[in-house]
């Protein structure tokens, strides 16, 4: 990434990275990410407004070199995770006379993670300042956003928000600013479902504090910088909201087929009762696809044969994703077959125990489907149907 200007004396140091394709060992990066990191000269003082994963040091240090950043008085974290901290204890000792800004939460975790000395660490609190000298940064806590450390930074004069992983996109790009918002939509919604989604309560009220702040332009540690806010500020509105779609998501495996059998019967019975559907082959399915499509649907099914008396392997994490991420779907249920007996419904419905929704009355096969077993799939679609119908006026989009 070369260093380019964001807004006067503000400017963009951090790396991409275009070929990076999993992030945690867990999160697919279909089109890579970026590491933002920003360099605020004030007339007085330069602070550097988060670093990047330790993996693109030497991105940081040649864009520091052609910053001409021979002094950083202040590193300002406002994440501890490590794709934001990893390069501080050796910023630190390439500029000794820097201090660590943050607050006390993400002290605490600098400490553990890096064994950063606390004497070389400032403790600021919420909407405390700090002086540059013609420039000041504000302060916003903002916890289980998404971790319990987080923090937002707001340079007043200019009003530019550092809004660290609130609005970020894993997505690696050359454009600066978003100006592709066709690309930008589906990978924004993706990294909200995969990484804010359990968190949308609390981003609500952090949300009109933004809009507080009015800030000229928006600048998240991942993704293109936002110098339209509202574009990614109105997309929020609409994924933490409490409204949900006439949409149902089928998350499913098979082994021998009868399973496959069940999710085609239901799947033609939700269309033929005019309720959107998404189906999802677990074995074969990228989480962060997964994880999008929990965002809107008012009802989850998971369908999962029985192996050795319990669910199948990969429909166990399906269910462990919904329950972490905490969608805002009403209605879940789940489909099962089995050859002689087993707890599979039993099992993933007590994994879905942090969902705040109405269980319906799930399917249960010995063997292939057989007509009753179809009528019980097509009474599950009613039941869906009109489940949905009767909160019609809260739908999004056609009913």
Same mark, same amino acid.
């Given at each position: 990434?070369?260093?380019?200007?964001?807004?006067?004396?503000?400017?963009?140091?951090?790396?991409?990275?275009?070929?990076?394709?999993?992030?945690?060992?867990?999160?697919?990066?279909?089109?890579?990410?970026?590491?933002?990191?920003?360099?605020?000269?004030?007339?007085?003082?330069?602070?550097?407004?988060?670093?990047?994963?330790?993996?693109?040091?030497?991105?940081?240090?040649?864009?520091?070199?052609?910053?001409?950043?021979?002094?950083?008085?202040?590193?300002?974290?406002?994440?501890?995770?490590?794709?934001?901290?990893?390069?501080?204890?050796?910023?630190?000792?390439?500029?000794?006379?820097?201090?660590?800004?943050?607050?006390?939460?993400?002290?605490?975790?600098?400490?553990?993670?890096?064994?950063?000395?606390?004497?070389?660490?400032?403790?600021?609190?919420?909407?405390?300042?700090?002086?540059?000298?013609?420039?000041?940064?504000?302060?916003?806590?903002?916890?289980?956003?998404?971790?319990?450390?987080?923090?937002?930074?707001?340079?007043?004069?200019?009003?530019?928000?550092?809004?660290?992983?609130?609005?970020?996109?894993?997505?690696?790009?050359?454009?600066?600013?978003?100006?592709?918002?066709?690309?930008?939509?589906?990978?924004?919604?993706?990294?909200?479902?995969?990484?804010?989604?359990?968190?949308?309560?609390?981003?609500?009220?952090?949300?009109?504090?933004?809009?507080?702040?009015?800030?000229?332009?928006?600048?998240?540690?991942? =993704?293109?910088?936002?110098? @339209?806010?509202?574009?990614?500020? !109105? $997309?929020?509105? +609409?994924? #933490?909201? %409490?409204?949900?779609?006439?949409?149902?998501?089928?998350?499913?495996?098979?082994?021998?087929?009868?399973?496959?059998?069940?999710?085609?019967?239901?799947?033609?019975?939700?269309?033929?009762?005019?309720?959107?559907?998404?189906?999802?082959?677990?074995?074969?399915?990228?989480?962060?696809?997964?994880?999008?499509?929990?965002?809107?649907?008012?009802?989850?099914?998971?369908?999962?044969?029985?192996?050795?008396?319990?669910?199948?392997?990969?429909?166990?994490?399906?269910?462990?994703?919904?329950?972490?991420?905490?969608?805002?779907?009403?209605?879940?249920?789940?489909?099962?077959?089995?050859?002689?007996?087993?707890?599979?419904?039993?099992?993933?419905?007590?994994?879905?125990?942090?969902?705040?929704?109405?269980?319906?009355?799930?399917?249960?096969?010995? =063997?292939?489907?057989?007509? @009753?077993?179809?009528?019980?799939? !097509? $009474?599950?679609? +009613?039941? #869906?149907? %009109?489940?949905?119908?009767?909160?019609?006026?809260?739908?999004?989009?056609?009913?």
């Amino acid at each position: 990434m070369s260093v380019r200007t964001v807004a006067p004396g503000v400017l963009s140091v951090g790396a991409i990275d275009w070929d990076r394709r999993l992030f945690d060992d867990l999160i697919p990066l279909p089109e890579g990410t970026s590491y933002n990191a920003f360099l605020v000269r004030g007339s007085e003082k330069t602070a550097l407004i988060d670093a990047v994963d330790t993996s693109m040091e030497m991105a940081l240090m040649t864009n520091l070199f052609r910053a001409a950043a021979d002094r950083i008085d202040y590193i300002v974290v406002n994440h501890a995770e490590q794709d934001h901290s990893g390069m501080v204890p050796l910023l630190l000792e390439m500029y000794a006379g820097a201090t660590v800004v943050t607050n006390k939460v993400c002290r605490d975790l600098l400490v553990a993670f890096h064994g950063i000395p606390e004497e070389r660490i400032k403790v600021v609190g919420d909407r405390e300042t700090l002086s540059l000298g013609d420039k000041t940064l504000e302060f916003l806590i903002t916890p289980w956003v998404h971790w319990p450390d987080t923090m937002l930074t707001f340079l007043r004069e200019e009003r530019v928000l550092f809004s660290c992983d609130l609005f970020g996109a894993h997505l690696a790009t050359s454009d600066l600013f978003l100006r592709d918002r066709f690309e930008w939509y589906r990978l924004a919604k993706r990294y909200y479902g995969e990484i804010m989604m359990p968190f949308r309560n609390s981003i609500k009220g952090y949300l009109e504090k933004v809009r507080g702040l009015n800030p000229a332009i928006i600048c998240p540690s991942h =993704g293109p910088l936002y110098d @339209e806010p509202e574009v990614v500020l !109105a $997309a929020y509105d +609409d994924w #933490i909201s %409490d409204e949900v779609k006439n949409e149902v998501v089928i998350a499913y495996a098979s082994m021998h087929g009868s399973t496959r059998a069940m999710v085609d019967h239901l799947v033609n019975a939700l269309i033929d009762r005019g309720v959107r559907v998404r189906q999802f082959h677990l074995p074969s399915t990228d989480l962060g696809d997964l994880a999008l499509a929990l965002v809107d649907p008012a009802t989850i099914v998971i369908a999962a044969p029985t192996v050795l008396f319990g669910p199948h392997p990969v429909a166990v994490t399906a269910a462990y994703l919904a329950n972490a991420l905490k969608p805002k779907a009403r209605f879940a249920t789940v489909m099962t077959s089995y050859g002689w007996g087993g707890k599979t419904v039993d099992t993933l419905k007590g994994m879905l125990g942090q969902l705040k929704v109405e269980f319906l009355e799930p399917v249960q096969v010995k =063997g292939f489907p057989s007509s @009753e077993a179809q009528e019980a799939i !097509a $009474a599950l679609a +009613d039941a #869906i149907r %009109d489940r949905h119908a009767a909160s019609a006026a809260d739908w999004v989009g056609p009913a």
